[in-house]
């Protein structure tokens, strides 16, 4: 019975070890995946040169930060697009025109915006919107901005929040637990199956000696 038993556990240490080496793969392609994300840049209306610069740099770190995401800077999309062309979107960017730059750099999403100055003083005052465009869902988001420039920073902690660190990266949520469900469900019932087989095999040992001893 002994040998019964360690042959039991012998089976499942087997087919937890299969099912791991089918699991393991998967999940590693998963966590490789990334989020392609394009930053196409923002159209500017009388603001100065200098705070122009600041912006597209804050907008650009705030992606750069994300390590779930493969980002496509706007000088790599205006190397793709074209001088030309990439100031016409940023003119009018509609959703038709979103989804076409998307399609054309192949972005699961797509960042840009319109900002101009319209302060009747020295303060900067930034008015006008960022923009995500979300590819799969084929939704155009708006994130407003009415600040001046020195009070920013307040803007762009909400946007990061709301337009950034809401992408969710491929191969996470449902599908990228699933395995671990799986395997831990697998897991859980090879357990059980294997107490009660032990369980078995010694209640079997136990059931008496030799019928010659028996009275």
């Known amino acids: 019975m002994r040998y019964m038993s360690i042959k039991t556990a012998l089976v499942f240490f087997l087919i937890f070890a299969l099912n791991y080496a089918q699991l393991a793969p998967c999940l590693a392609g998963e966590k490789a995946k990334k989020v392609k994300v394009a930053f196409a840049g923002i159209k500017f209306d009388d603001v100065p040169s200098d705070v122009r610069a600041r912006v597209l740099d804050r907008v650009q770190e705030l992606l750069e930060q ?64 960022l923009e995500r465009y979300d590819r ?30 809401t992408i969710v990266p491929t191969g996470e949520g449902r599908s990228k637990k699933l395995p671990f469900i799986v395997f831990g469900g697998l897991t859980v019932i090879g357990i059980v199956a294997l107490v009660i087989s032990s369980s078995r095999s010694g209640a079997e040992g136990e059931g008496g000696g030799p019928i010659g001893d028996r009275p």
């Not at 708006?142 to 009070?151: I, P």
């Open 66 to 129: 994300e390590s779930s995401f493969q980002l496509v800077k706007p000088a790599e999309v205006e190397k793709i697009l074209g001088a030309e062309k990439l100031a016409k979107f940023l003119a009018q960017p509609d959703s038709a025109a979103f989804r076409a730059l998307a399609a054309e750099l192949q972005a699961d999403y797509v960042f840009a915006g319109r900002l101009a100055n319209n302060s009747r003083d020295n303060r900067v005052l930034l008015v006008g919107t």
């Open 136 to 165: 799969a869902a084929n939704i155009l988001n708006k994130f407003e901005v009415l600040k001046h420039y020195d009070n920013i920073g307040v803007e762009m902690v909400k946007f990061r929040e709301e337009f950034v660190k």
